[in-house]
């Protein structure tokens, strides 16, 4: 077994490495794929590290093929991953001797900046909980994600995407100061446009705490973020709005929606481009633009769902993540470190919220 010594670092004060926490064992595609996207990573981020949590019997003979990642993984053994099957309790009671337990203990005990995984996110969500604690003054934890926009970064952030499926106007009002500053440090905008997600921008529309959570955002937003109200579900990928404040029911629902739609175009493109010869050679004329569109609109390089206000960064990759996917989500780990988002997050949590703290339970799954 590899040694299991703890790695210095301190991610928030500009050490020199950033070392990332990874559950080797929760996607779909395995720790192979997993692997090869911190080859990847390795390739295109120097300055990272990696402790590599799962089954060594599997692993050594992966990473014994990856001559980019030698000197740069630690290799923890787990003898158990949480399956999608697992219930989060189950996985709080008994899982202490799982991948995702030790990715995320890794990041409480200060060996790694961040843990990544694509493994259940309910029980990953438990998990974080468990291990991490809340952030101070926080309510409900969050999960932001990127969605592709008409903005100039190419992304808007959506939160809450599936933490809880429950949020009042005091937890929006939490989650509109928490994606903010994930806006400032992700996307780098100085003063995020905050929007709150409604079935249309009339003032009279919507729900009681919908109402009550536009108020507090109007008095709160000086200094910290720009609200500009109300907004539908046709300005999520617009330039209108940077960040998108939602209970995590509407969330998930619409990032599962804008998931299955893009895949529906991506298949109705290739149908109608392979369809005949004439079809096949305007696809060649048009490779360029094709290939173009394709990354615009290719969910792998939005991949990565943030956990928000928690005592610690952890990046919830998808499930079906391949070695491109998983490595945008590992660059998201990376950027968040660099970026000090968690000393950010803490200070704009304190000084942004007054809602009770009391437990919210990790509900819907990403």
Same mark, same amino acid.
């Given at each position: 077994?590899?040694?299991?010594?703890?790695?210095?670092?301190?991610?928030?004060?500009?050490?020199?490495?950033?070392?990332?926490?990874?559950?080797?064992?929760?996607?779909?595609?395995?720790?192979?794929?997993?692997?090869?996207?911190?080859?990847?990573?390795?390739?295109?981020?120097?300055?990272?590290?990696?402790?590599?949590?799962?089954?060594?019997?599997?692993?050594?003979?992966?990473?014994?093929?990856?001559?980019?990642?030698?000197?740069?993984?630690?290799? =923890?053994? @787990?003898?158990?991953?949480?399956? &999608?099957? $697992?219930?989060? *309790?189950? /996985?709080?009671?008994?899982?202490? #001797?799982?991948?995702?337990?030790?990715?995320?203990?890794?990041?409480?005990?200060?060996?790694?900046?961040?843990?990544?995984?694509?493994?259940?996110?309910?029980?990953?969500?438990?998990?974080?909980?468990?291990?991490?604690?809340?952030?101070?003054?926080?309510?409900?934890?969050?999960?932001?994600?990127?969605?592709?926009? =008409?903005? @100039?970064?190419?992304?808007?952030? &959506?939160? $809450?995407?599936? *933490?809880? /499926?429950?949020?009042?106007?005091? #937890?929006?009002?939490?989650?509109?100061?928490?994606?903010?500053?994930?806006?400032?440090?992700?996307?780098?905008?100085?003063?995020?446009?905050?929007?709150?997600?409604?079935?249309?921008?009339?003032?009279?529309?919507?729900?009681?705490?919908?109402?009550?959570?536009?108020?507090?955002?109007?008095?709160?937003?000086?200094?910290?973020?720009?609200?500009?109200?109300?907004?539908?579900?046709?300005?999520?990928?617009?330039?209108?709005?940077?960040?998108?404040?939602?209970?995590?029911?509407?969330?998930?629902?619409?990032?599962?929606?804008?998931?299955?739609?893009?895949?529906?175009?991506?298949?109705?493109?290739?149908?109608?481009?392979?369809?005949?010869?004439?079809?096949?050679?305007?696809?060649?004329?048009?490779?360029?633009?094709?290939?173009?569109?394709?990354?615009?609109?290719?969910?792998?390089?939005?991949?990565?769902?943030?956990?928000?206000?928690?005592?610690?960064?952890?990046?919830?990759?998808?499930?079906?993540?391949?070695?491109?996917?998983?490595?945008?989500?590992?660059?998201?780990?990376?950027?968040?470190?660099?970026?000090?988002?968690?000393?950010?997050?803490?200070?704009?949590?304190?000084?942004?919220?007054?809602?009770?703290?009391?437990?919210?339970?990790?509900?819907?799954?990403?």
């Amino acid at each position: 077994m590899a040694p299991q010594h703890k790695i210095a670092m301190s991610p928030d004060a500009g050490s020199a490495r950033v070392v990332i926490s990874v559950d080797a064992m929760g996607g779909d595609h395995g720790p192979a794929a997993v692997v090869a996207g911190l080859v990847i990573s390795a390739r295109g981020l120097p300055d990272v590290d990696f402790i590599l949590h799962g089954d060594q019997a599997q692993l050594n003979p992966i990473l014994a093929k990856s001559p980019e990642l030698s000197g740069r993984v630690t290799l =923890r053994h @787990a003898p158990r991953a949480v399956t &999608m099957a $697992d219930k989060p *309790a189950a /996985i709080m009671r008994s899982g202490s #001797d799982t991948s995702m337990w030790g990715a995320v203990t890794s990041v409480r005990d200060g060996e790694a900046a961040v843990a990544v995984s694509c493994g259940n996110t309910g029980a990953l969500m438990a998990v974080s909980m468990l291990r991490l604690r809340k952030l101070a003054g926080v309510n409900r934890p969050a999960i932001a994600c990127f969605w592709p926009s =008409r903005n @100039a970064s190419g992304f808007n952030i &959506m939160l $809450d995407v599936g *933490a809880d /499926i429950k949020a009042d106007a005091q #937890d929006l009002r939490q989650y509109a100061v928490m994606g903010a500053a994930y806006g400032a440090v992700g996307l780098g905008l100085a003063l995020p446009r905050v929007g709150l997600l409604n079935v249309g921008t009339e003032e009279h529309k919507g729900r009681a705490e919908l109402h009550e959570a536009h108020d507090l955002l109007a008095q709160d937003a000086a200094g910290q973020f720009d609200f500009i109200g109300f907004v539908e579900g046709s300005d999520i990928p617009s330039n209108r709005v940077d960040v998108i404040v939602t209970d995590g029911f509407t969330g998930n629902i619409a990032l599962k929606t804008g998931e299955g739609t893009a895949k529906l175009i991506g298949d109705f493109m290739r149908e109608s481009f392979t369809r005949n010869l004439t079809s096949k050679l305007a696809a060649l004329l048009s490779m360029g633009v094709l290939r173009h569109l394709r990354r615009r609109i290719d969910p792998r390089r939005a991949n990565g769902g943030v956990f928000l206000g928690l005592n610690g960064t952890v990046v919830k990759s998808h499930g079906g993540s391949d070695a491109v996917a998983f490595a945008s989500a590992i660059a998201l780990a990376h950027r968040l470190s660099r970026g000090a988002f968690l000393a950010r997050l803490a200070s704009r949590v304190s000084t942004g919220q007054t809602a009770p703290a009391s437990g919210g339970e990790a509900g819907a799954s990403v």
